[in-house]
């Protein structure tokens, strides 16, 4: 006989007030993230739009790693692909600029997917090794003179930023080149978060979390491991290609010393500090990278790696499980001690 369970009206009555304040916030949220290009310099502007980007790679490193338990330290590969997809696409072919994104992830995906068939026979360190050379690979590769006309060799390629396709001003302030960037690129972090937070609590999340988990007893539930992790290590790099486009548009400019192997670990830190299998630890992560480092700069100019490193450790022994970890913890206690 089947259960009916049956919900008291006063637990559907609190609820809603949770819901909608949920609502509330992502909506305030929204409108300040649109209106803040327009009172803030535009060097913060362009700023913001460098969050974002690192944001969507950081996202789709962590689907790969935090999710799936599949170490990468070869990302900054697919991050230079993307960008390049963009730029050739863009000088050579006068691909108009939107339509570059989606170029670029159709073919970061199918570079991650067939990347993801070896690293089926890879353990954790001996694929991190892997994909580490292919991250080392990659500029030199970009060089290489027989695909120089390509890729414009160690001169790099030179972009126009995108002009908006509409013109107004809010408070005097007009929608100029980088503020239209800043809106493009928050569109599709928005879009790509929330297909993000769709999929990883649902189904397909869970599958993901028990291969990482219990490989074994996931085989034996019937879920294909080698489709799904090659699939997994196909959308990661998908998300990370969008983000290298979208970074070649708002820079400008690529070149193959803009995308070193040391991108790649800088990512994985990005991962681990903001929280490994957390949505909204990508973009505490791409705070912190983004953010950190310069102030390592400003408190010494003289050793400002070493700094940086004194920040990372501290943070790592203060909040373990990243960013977005300390503060679900802090918030369940709080819960906790309410109940009490």
């Known amino acids: 006989m089947s259960r009916i369970s049956v ?17 509330t916030g992502i909506a ?20 913001g739009t460098l969050l974002l980007v690192y944001a969507i790679a950081l996202l789709g490193l ?42 670029a992830a159709g073919v970061c995906f199918v570079f991650g997917f ?16 892997a994909t ?26 030179i972009l126009n ?9 809010i408070a005097g302030v007009p929608l100029n080149e980088d503020r239209w960037m800043y809106l493009l690129t928050l569109a599709v972090a928005g879009l790509l978060f929330w297909l993000a937070a ?5 189904r397909i999340g869970r599958a993901l979390i028990a291969i990482r988990d219990h490989p074994i007893a996931a085989a034996a539930m019937g879920i294909n491991l080698p489709i799904v992790k090659s699939t997994t290590f196909g959308v990661s790099a998908a998300y990370t290609g969008i983000a290298g486009a979208l970074s070649a548009m708002a820079i400008g400019f690529v070149s193959p010393d803009s995308y070193p192997g040391m991108l790649s670990i800088t ?24 953010i950190v480092p310069d102030f390592a700069e400003q408190i010494s100019k003289s050793a400002p790696s070493a700094i940086y490193g004194l920040l990372l450790i501290g943070v790592m022994l203060v909040m373990p499980s990243g960013i977005a970890g300390a503060i679900r913890n802090l918030w369940r206690s709080r819960l906790r001690s309410k109940s009490e």
Not at 30 to 35: D, I, P, S
Not at 68 to 75: A, P
Not at 271 to 290: C, D
């Open 267 to 290: 990512m994985l830190v990005g991962v681990v500090v903001g929280g490994l299998a957390s949505i909204p630890g990508a973009f505490l992560g791409a705070i912190f990278i983004l």
């Open 114 to 129: 067939l990347m993801g068939f070896p690293a089926l026979r890879l353990g954790s360190i001996y694929l991190a090794l």
């Open 161 to 169: 930023k995108p002009d908006s396709p509409i013109s107004f001003s």
């Open 132 to 157: 580490f050379a292919l991250a080392l690979a990659t500029p030199q590769l970009l060089k290489y003179k027989k695909l120089e006309a390509w890729t414009g060799g160690t001169q790099g390629i």
């Open 62 to 103: 962590n689907i790969l790693v935090g999710y799936n338990g599949q170490l990468s330290l070869g990302h900054s590969a697919f991050y230079a692909i993307g960008a390049y997809c963009t730029a050739i696409a863009m000088d050579r072919f006068g691909v108009p600029y939107w339509l570059t994104v989606p170029l």
């Open 7 to 23: 919900v008291s009206p006063e637990h559907a009555v609190s609820t809603r007030p949770a819901s909608v304040w949920a609502t």
């Open 28 to 47: 305030i949220s929204a409108v300040v993230l649109v209106v803040l290009p327009f009172v803030v310099p535009d060097y913060l502007v362009f700023q």
């Open 198 to 202: 769709n999929l990883l609590r649902g």
